[in-house]
């Protein structure tokens, strides 16, 4: 390390202890608890959601709410020792994978060191203790000053001069894939039902699956909480003023759902869910959809295809050639191309729902 | 450093037009501060008359940025989000500050944003691209081995198929940031997306890829052979240095002309295939609900499509009446721009506008309109016109022909209505 990177480490951590100092406002936190509040609880009755409640989290050693399941690497930080303060709190939330690597909360991290402290005083608030967990000391001091120096990046020459050049292709690079490798990556599957893995599960199965991993967001019965997206109803509402766009009004494949399901949810959990698990979870939704009613009704690889979506027909191919403002090619024109003088008919101001605006959610938001 | 700096508003994330009205324009002076223009003067300026700190004193030496960054009077000039269009940060947008900026180019830190699962942070070295299906041969790469491939550098705009997707039921955001913002427009420099397949032996039953991205929603969608071998690049640079993390560093697909979703970032595969997979992003997302409950889909082409920036709501007139400059952008997915017209009355007449820099198929144009304003007030318009003979219609067409529940591919014509003060906002006219 030069000697002014480690200057620079020893004012950071400066830094770092000063700053708590400074003025905490637990007003401005519960805004920032926004940003947590998806996954967390706190407060009255506050449940485990995707992540354990934070009541009286200050002064709670790492991993210890029962009957969460915890990443191995919060368990073993907790086992070791890492008890929640001031200090250990505002580490792990700048960036929560730099500080313990494998922790399963998928949260990129609080940049803003204001952010923290207000919010850290907003999450006090809900820890009775917190006085008396005045920051014991703790490891956690030495990460931070040791966090990465950047390091140079030096291409490594490859000692690799006498492999020998291999024959496929025009530029003869790259590497044979291996079988096993293909398989862990290919894993998309087709309307037709290629790619579908063996396995199997019930609507019964799928029901505790989805509740356990899914609800907090999708909502119990697939509705949908706050803004996270809706999963069931929606049916016949495609010509609506406001149309509702779910598995069962819309979408026109079943292998999407498995597909998507297996890939990318739970969101910030992806690839956590075994595939007879995913089986159970798309039949599960199939019934919250009124697409099968039969509570032992089981979708397997075997019978997948036997599943059509209520929408599948209703897609077509691009025309947009063929609408009229696109097949009328006449020059346009320049001059007195329309009467009178122009009028307003709408104005953003009406709605005002450009961001800060307090009120408002937009009519059309994007999906 | 003296008092009298010029003043920076909206330097907070999210601009309100309430807010940008009491920094500026309303509240009289705020903005002029920072925006004088020269007018006959009776007592000698003292920034002309006094010798200014800037000028006495020894500024920082190199080095005090070793990563160069704008000026701190450009604070503003920064990507914005509006938090209510998602219900999570690590599955939405932010957009670019259009009004900010000039030229054709969008700096790299300024290119807003889309992810599903967040930016994936990924060490090059980590990094794998695979090709598999329909291949000859099953191949992994390396960035090492991607970048012994001829390269090739080509500047493309990238639009999100949902940008003004906002406006389709009328007027609702004030700032061209937010109504067109989902656009950029970058030089890659990249692999031509061909050589990489011919390297693992397309099979004749080829007609799909399924590129598909390494980030926690495992992004993929359906591209034709056709396009494939036709212009997309496989880039690890832009304007000049590596992607940007948030721009799917190290590696991205580029699909010129097409809708910006389906240029997958952190590219860590495609396969080939005979036919599509109705992925989540051509199904529930990327189909654009008609008015009749039926929905269009494999909408890739983004439509011709311009806006003026300037003016606009987030940078209204502070000079007053005399010389003008309106400017803004244009860019087509069938090609060049070869037209941009420019309407002060809302559509009544139209002026051919002057478009200058670089001319680039599937790339952004810049143009502008230079006139003497009077201080009246003023509905302005932009309608590009491409190489094909696209021309852009208004936004009520579109409505005709798909109802307002579409969502996506939004080109219709943006009016801003430009007051006697200089102030300017979003509207719908007749």
């Known amino acids: 390390m030069s000697k002014s990177l480690k200057l620079f480490a020893a004012i950071g951590l400066i830094l770092a202890s000063t700053s708590l100092a400074q003025a905490q406002d637990a007003d401005a936190g519960a805004k920032v608890f926004k940003k947590c509040k998806a996954c967390h609880a706190v407060g009255d009755g506050a449940r485990n959601r995707v992540g354990p409640h934070l009541n009286s989290v200050f002064g709670r050693k790492a991993a210890s709410i029962e009957g969460f399941k915890y990443s191995k690497a919060m368990s073993v930080a907790g086992s070791g020792g890492l008890v929640w303060n001031d200090e250990t709190l505002a580490a792990f939330l700048t960036k ?26 907003f999450l006090k608030s809900f820890s009775p203790d917190a006085a008396s967990a005045a920051a014991p000391e703790t490891p956690k001091k030495q990460e931070i000053a040791a966090a990465p120096a950047p390091t140079e990046p ?25 079988v096993e490798e293909v398989k862990a990556w290919d894993i998309d599957i087709r309307p037709d039902g290629q790619g579908l893995p063996t396995g199997r599960g019930t609507v019964a199965q799928g029901e505790p699956i989805y509740t356990e991993n899914c609800a907090v967001c999708h909502g119990d019965f697939g509705e949908g909480t706050g803004r996270w997206p809706i999963l069931a109803g929606g049916q016949n509402t495609l010509t609506d003023e406001r149309p509702e766009k779910t598995i069962g009004s819309y979408w026109p494949y079943l292998s999407t759902v498995y597909d998507y399901i297996r890939r990318a949810m739970p969101f910030g959990d992806a690839r956590s869910l075994s595939d007879d698990d995913v089986y159970a979870v798309t039949a599960y939704l199939l019934f919250l959809n009124d697409i099968v009613t039969d509570e032992e009704f089981e979708l397997s690889n075997e019978n997948f295809n ?25 020059e346009p024109c320049m001059t007195d191309c329309k009467p009178g003088k122009a009028e307003v008919t709408m104005r953003a101001r009406v709605l005002d729902v450009t961001p800060d605006s307090k009120e408002g959610e937009g009519a059309g938001a994007i999906e | 450093m003296p008092e009298k700096q010029i003043d920076r508003p909206g330097t907070d994330k999210g601009l309100s037009r309430r807010k940008l009205l009491t920094a500026g324009v309303a509240a009289g002076g705020a903005l002029a501060t920072g925006a004088v223009s020269a007018k006959a003067a009776s007592t000698p300026d003292p920034l002309i008359t006094e010798i200014q700190d800037w000028n006495r004193y020894l500024g920082d030496g190199v080095d005090a940025n070793p990563y160069g960054m704008p000026s701190e009077f450009e604070k503003n000039v920064v990507r914005r989000d509006v938090a209510w269009l998602t219900a999570d940060s690590k599955s939405s947008i932010n ?15 300024l290119c807003f944003e889309r992810h599903h699962g967040g930016v994936a942070e990924i060490n090059p070295v980590d990094h794998r691209l695979m090709i598999n299906g329909l291949v000859d041969k099953p191949l992994v790469f390396t960035m090492e081995d991607l970048k012994r491939f001829p390269r090739e550098n080509r500047v493309y705009f990238l639009e999100c198929a949902a940008n003004s997707g906002m406006e389709w039921r009328g007027a609702q955001l004030n700032g061209c940031q937010f109504t067109h913002g ?19 032996g397309v099979k004749a039953s080829a007609k799909w890829l399924l590129p598909e991205g390494a980030d926690a929603s495992a992004m993929t969608r359906s591209l034709p052979i056709e396009k494939a071998m036709d ?19 190290p ?16 590219l860590r595969r495609i396969e080939l295939g005979d036919a599509p997979w109705h992925q989540r992003e051509e199904t529930s997302k990327y189909t654009d609900l008609m008015a009749n409950g039926k929905a269009r889909r494999f909408t890739w082409e983004m439509d011709v499509k311009s806006v003026i920036t300037n003016p606009s709501p987030q940078a209204p007139i502070t000079h007053g009446k005399g010389q003008t400059v309106v400017t803004g952008v244009a860019w087509s997915g069938a090609g060049k721009i070869k037209r941009v017209d420019v309407s002060i009355d809302g559509g009544r007449n139209w002026k051919t506008a002057r478009i200058d820099g670089p001319s680039l198929s599937k790339s952004i144009h810049r143009f502008y309109y230079d006139f003497e304003w009077d201080g009246s007030e003023l509905f302005l318009q932009s309608r590009a016109i491409d190489e094909v003979g696209n021309v852009q219609p208004t936004k009520n067409e579109l409505r005709a022909a798909r109802g307002v529940n579409s969502i996506y591919h939004n080109n219709g014509i943006q009016t801003w209505h430009v007051k006697a003060d200089g102030s300017a906002e979003n509207v719908e006219i007749s």
């Not at chain 2, 957009?95 to 830190?109: A, R, S």
């Not at chain 2, 212009?231 to 560093?249: H, I, S, T, W």
């Not at chain 2, 590696?251 to 952190?266: A, D, T």
């Open chain 2, 182 to 200: 989902m656009v950029h427009n970058v030089m890659y420099t990249g692999i031509p997306l061909k050589h990489i397949l011919n390297e693992a």
């Open chain 2, 251 to 266: 590696v991205r697909l580029v699909v010129p002309g097409w809708e910006g979703n389906m240029w997958i970032k952190w």
């Open chain 2, 231 to 249: 212009d997309c690049l496989v880039a690890f640079k832009m304007n000049g240095e590596a992607l940007r993390p948030e721009q799917g560093y």
């Open chain 1, 154 to 178: 030096k291409a490594k020459p490859v000692a690799a001069k006498d492999a020998p050049i291999p024959e496929h292709g025009v530029f003869h690079l790259g590497r044979a894939a291996l």
């Open chain 1, 306 to 330: 036997n599943t059509r979506l209520p929408n599948e027909a209703n897609f077509f191919a691009d025309n947009r050639k063929e609408e009229p403002q696109n097949t009328a090619r006449s």
């Open chain 1, 96 to 121: 929560p994978r730099k500080m313990m690597k494998g922790t399963k909360m998928a949260f990129s991290g609080l940049k803003k060191e204001k952010d923290r402290a207000n919010l850290l005083a």
């Open chain 2, 95 to 109: 957009f670019t500050p259009l009004h900010e900026l000039d030229g054709i180019i969008t700096p790299n830190g």
